[in-house]
């Protein structure tokens, strides 16, 4: 029993974390329709940018952030203002491989200026841990839930109270009637791609404590990301997060009850199990 509890906390923790990658792609698609398959190597390259002011000032990842996320959210910025956005309109197709070109120049970039060997970026908490009777957590990953969801929480209610919520929900709803209104359509779609990659700098500080990182990494976040996405219905922030959760107690679960490749097979086999009875997703209905 002490087993299923941790698996069950574990998964909780790790999915939460996941569900925060998931937004940043599901609010990117709900405006622009792009989906980013460079996903995962943005997340890489934000551990790699907090291994390197470690390395350089000693800055402890949590820290780090204050820069990473910035730097990450200007750089999307410019990633979609002249690289994303002349080929929005165009075929599906086109965005895809321009993505996974994307892709592959930030993984060898990663690989030239750091190598290809695993690394580790030290943290004064990766250590820590906090005991709740048997079950024990890691503090870098509950810091890494309460995080995931306050972020949740606050990127919720800025899209329902705040202008710019409005604005990004209209020109998800229908971009020529917004653009009709008055709303510049063009920098709405920029400012949210940014906002995604800066989600996905924050993201990376809260994986990286304690966790090997390596330049071929991204594909893995990316994957884990689609299928947390697909489960949530894509533009539902609600089952976003749920279908982040789903997969992390999954993770958990094949991690501790399962060795060898079935484990790591677990979360790809439950995602292909509810596909199959709720092709769906896990909501009853996708968010307007």
Known sequence: MTELYQALAQGFLIGSTYGLLALGMGLVYGVSGVVNFSHGDFISLGMFMCLALYSAFSLDPYVSAVITVPVMTALGALVYRFLIRPMVGHQFLMIVQLTLGLSLVLQNGILMVFGGQPARTPSVVETKLILLGDVVLRLPHVIACVISFALAIALYVMLRSTDFGRSIRAVHQNSHAAALMGINVGRVQVLTFAMGIGLLALAAVLLLPGTPIQPTQGLRYTVITLLVVVLGGMTNFVGIMLGGLV???????????????LGLLMPYLIFVAIMLFRPQGLTWRAAR
């Open 247 to 261: 997969i992390g107690v999954a993770e958990a679960f094949g991690t501790i009850y399962l060795e060898g490749p």
